[in-house]
């Protein structure tokens, strides 16, 4: 299986503090992405990197990927209370589309 | 812009029993996905459209699950009849253009489904 594992499992930090989630995964990919999802609620995307990318921010986030070492990290600095959610990688290779485990992030204000 | 919608929010039946979910995708959006997400894990792909063309269903439980998507808008999914174990949300999400997983995806809020 393609599927990502998210790395914690579940994550808690105090406000302000980074938060740093990792995910890996098995076969070749052209892109990787990651969603967010609040409890009840759908997943919202956040970013795309694509396999010749190393390196990608969106405001406090900051995602990096590692085709040799088949991984990425998802880095979230300044985290605030309202970041408390699920966040999940997804792997697109061919005509693929898996999502991961999913890492719970907890930010206790 | 409106969101995907998605309807209903909540669904109680008993096994064997069937039940249909349906999703609004966004305006203009030509693909249509269709997942199920079990509690604790991630949502996993049933089937993707695109306009009325299905994409993949490869992981689709094609002898209790089916899923249509009228003139490239709407689409509803279908259990029957339905076992304990299809107990989780489902979840409609929508994207723009043709390209596989090139385009952020755009969730509804899921319906979640009980099996009695």
């Known amino acids: 299986s393609q599927q990502g594992e998210e790395d914690p499992q579940a994550l808690s930090i105090q406000e302000g503090e980074n938060a740093t989630m990792n995910c890996s995964y098995k076969t070749s990919i052209n892109n990787l992405q990651w969603y967010r999802q609040n409890s009840g609620r759908g997943l919202v995307h956040l970013i795309l990197?694509?396999?010749?990318?190393r390196e990608k921010h969106s405001g406090r986030l900051r995602v990096t990927l590692d085709t040799s070492k088949k991984s990425s990290s998802l880095l979230i600095t300044a985290s605030r209370a309202a970041d408390t959610a699920s966040y999940f990688c997804a792997t697109v290779g061919g005509n693929q589309f898996y999502f991961g485990t999913g890492t719970s992030l907890t930010v206790i204000p | 812009e409106a969101g995907v919608a998605q309807s209903p929010r909540y669904k109680i039946i008993e096994k064997r029993q069937s039940v249909a979910f349906w999703c609004n995708p966004i305006s203009g959006h030509a693909t249509l996905y269709w997942y199920q997400q079990i509690l604790g894990q991630g949502p996993k792909l049933l089937i993707q459209?695109?306009?009325?063309?299905?994409?993949?269903d490869s992981q689709l439980p094609k002898d209790r699950f089916s899923a249509e998507r009228l003139k490239g808008v709407d689409s509803t999914l279908k259990i029957q009849p339905a076992k304990l174990e299809d107990s989780a949300v489902y979840l409609c999400?929508?994207?723009?253009?043709?390209?596989?997983?090139?385009?952020?995806?755009?969730f509804g809020d899921g319906t979640r489904l009980s099996i009695l």
């Open positions: 999400a929508s994207s723009l253009g043709s390209g596989f997983g090139v385009q952020p995806q755009h």
């Open positions: 990197i694509r396999s010749n990318e």
């Open positions: 459209f695109q306009n009325n063309g299905v994409v993949d």
